[in-house]
């Protein structure tokens, strides 16, 4: 399980405004973005998680005399929240823990002493849900730590890296449920089916109150995403067991426990998937979900005063918020400031928060490199 990262950790602080410069030569002072798609100009600062408006930073080229600067440069500065992290989510996630490791060993002995292949199934996905609830507690303590010099961008990509070892986990896991499944389907093995059913029931209580505490930031983090995903596989799997020892009991037929554990794979895997597909989609900085490059493309090629649009590159560091960085030509004569202005407001109405916005004019546009859309 994992904590919710919007409310748990230290968000960067907030940056507003424009930073316009001008430069003599046709060179420009800012180099394209980095591998991946982080804008190399963008240093020292995190950006601002979605939600927080936040300004961009221009850099004007034109042609002229060599390697001159104008007067100064421009810097207009919005307000800036403080953000500091509460120890609600922490405790709700030590509290899960507390309850997770409780039923873990409940089940485990349960499952041994019953036979049911069901219940250990179920307490292996109870062990893979403190394991996951540890990360996500060492994440968050971690998620805290301000953005650094070298750490430009804070340390929130360490709740997708806590998310990806939970998918994998529950995949993994999920593999040895069916494993142990069909060794069974050939060595079947006879079922306790009143005590399995007794520490069944008390894992779905306990599931069910961890899922509550969950259910209510689930939405803010693919880490809490993640922690969720576990209390859920573990809440219907504890129903699965459940039908499985009434059918024992009912009708003797011990072949229902094995396909309750095959049901409860069959309940996770997928899910498990999905996550571990959306981690690796954000840990290669691919345009998060919702944002189509070419829409954004669009929307900013109808910005009054663009020429043209490219080196646009999307991406997320954790799921939740949108980061852009774009090169916007316009044509000579045209307030470089006027245009960032607008652009910046399009993408913020878009629900990108934070983007680095490169205005330049059509004359150094064409001494540009390849030009692509990320």
């Known amino acids: 399980m994992n904590d919710p990262a919007s409310a748990a950790q230290q968000q960067p602080q907030d940056r507003g405004g424009a930073d316009v410069r001008r430069h003599g030569s046709a060179r420009s002072s800012e180099s394209a973005p980095a591998a991946g798609g982080a804008p190399a100009s963008t240093a020292g600062s995190a950006p601002a998680p979605a ?8 850099h004007s ?18 307000h800036s929240h403080s953000h500091a992290p509460t120890d609600a989510p922490l405790r709700a996630l ?36 403190a394991a996951g609830l540890i990360i996500a507690v060492v994440a968050i303590f971690i998620g805290r730590r301000a953005a650094t010099a070298q750490a430009t961008f ?40 009143g005590p399995m059913m007794i520490v069944a029931v008390i894992g779905l209580l306990a599931n069910i109150i961890s899922a509550w505490i969950l259910n209510r930031q689930r939405e803010h983090s693919v880490n809490v995403q993640g922690a969720f995903l576990h209390v859920l596989a573990d809440m219907l799997g504890s129903v699965a067991v459940l039908v499985a020892g009434g ?29 571990m597909m959306q981690a690796l989609r954000i840990l290669l900085e691919q345009a998060p979900p919702g944002y189509r490059p070419a829409e954004v493309d669009a929307l900013l090629r109808q910005v009054d005063g663009v020429l043209d649009v490219h080196d ?19 044509p000579e004569g045209r307030d470089p400031a006027a245009v960032l202005c607008a652009a910046q407001a399009a993408l913020q109405e878009r629900g990108i928060a934070h983007a680095t916005i490169q205005v330049e004019r059509a004359s150094h546009a064409d001494h540009e490199g390849p030009q692509n859309v990320c």
């Open 154 to 193: 804070g340390y929130r990509r360490v709740e997708v890296l806590a998310a990806l070892v939970n998918a994998v986990t529950v995949l993994g896991i999920s593999a040895w449920i069916v494993v142990e499944a069909f060794q069974r389907l050939s060595e079947p093995v006879e079922i306790m089916a």
């Open 312 to 330: 646009l590159h999307l991406w997320s560091l954790d799921g939740t918020s949108a980061l852009a960085s774009v090169h916007l030509v316009v």
């Open 247 to 275: 059918v024992i009991i009912l009708t003797g037929w011990q072949y229902a426990d094995v396909i309750a554990s095959l049901v409860i794979a069959a309940l996770v895997l997928p899910r498990a998937w999905q996550l």
């Open 61 to 78: 080229h034109e042609s002229g005399h060599a390697q001159s600067h104008d007067s100064g440069h421009g810097h207009s500065h919005g």
């Open 51 to 58: 939600g927080v408006s936040e300004g961009g930073h221009a």
């Open 94 to 129: 030590l509290i899960v823990l507390g309850v997770t490791g409780t039923v873990f060993f409940a089940e485990l002995i349960g499952g041994l002493i019953t036979g049911s292949v069901a219940l250990l199934a179920d307490a292996m996905h109870m062990l893979s849900d």
